[in-house]
């Protein structure tokens, strides 16, 4: 399923998010968000670039910490044997071996993480954003050549799954950034009811006191517009 505008539809486009509250170091991907973060070493800088993901039944890996094994430039792909069997119901025949080009799937580059998952570029540029792959992190083609370039082996790299961000900003004021949390199965991709939110005992504190505009979190957690809106009692703004 996706999401395609019609002509003439007004988009908003963030120019502000929250960082995940974890290790900023490496690459962290959070797949609840289809983001990519990369903190180049030595900086106080930090790279967001949107991905693919794997699709149902075919997941990238959550709550994972491993590192960067190799890189290659003009990869191979080698469909699995699940792989093929999957294209074979829909009447396709895929090779044993996809040999590096333009038409092989996984793009000019690919940066490989753990035994079995790389972050690669793509033939088409359809499919960021959405759960596409067999479960590795899709990138656009500029964005991969980039990571290509600047992400040595042996970086850290951590996939998380967090649909739900919030700060306090150096001024007291709390933000709140909701996404739509994935189906975690079919019945949930396929059902018209709103996947859960997880509520952790820090985010329920969070969103409780009287500096926070309740009825704003509540629009917030029910709107999940993926946006960071400011939820302190008093202020307005997104």
């Known amino acids: 399923m996706c999401f395609l505008p019609q002509s003439g539809s007004t988009l908003v486009v963030p120019q502000q998010l929250i960082l995940p509250d974890t290790v900023r170091e490496g690459i962290v991907v959070n797949v609840a968000e289809m983001r990519l973060y990369y903190y180049p070493a030595g900086t ?125 900003e150096p001024d007291g004021s709390r933000w709140l950034e909701v996404h739509e949390p994935l189906s975690r199965n079919r019945a949930e991709f396929e059902s018209d009811k709103k996947v859960p939110l997880p509520v952790t005992p820090v985010l329920r504190t969070f969103i409780k006191g009287d500096d926070v505009d309740t009825s704003r979190v509540n629009e917030v957690l029910e709107r999940r517009s993926g946006m960071p809106v400011n939820i302190s009692a008093g202020r307005s703004g997104l």
């Open 44 to 168: 106080n800088t930090v790279e967001v670039l949107p991905i693919g993901i794997g699709q149902a039944g075919r997941e990238t890996p959550r709550n994972w910490v491993t590192a960067v094994e190799r890189k290659q430039d003009g990869p191979v792909w080698v469909p699995t044997a699940n792989t093929r069997r999957e294209y074979a119901k829909e009447g396709k025949t895929l090779p044993a071996m996809v040999p590096a080009g333009p038409d092989n799937p996984m793009g000019l580059y690919a940066i490989y993480i753990g035994r079995l998952y790389a972050i690669h570029g793509t033939n088409a540029n359809f499919g960021i954003g959405l759960r596409v792959s067999q479960g590795c992190i899709r990138l656009r083609n500029d964005d991969i050549k980039y990571l290509f370039d600047h992400v040595p082996v042996g970086t850290r790299v951590q996939i998380i799954d967090r649909p739900v961000k919030f700060s306090v």
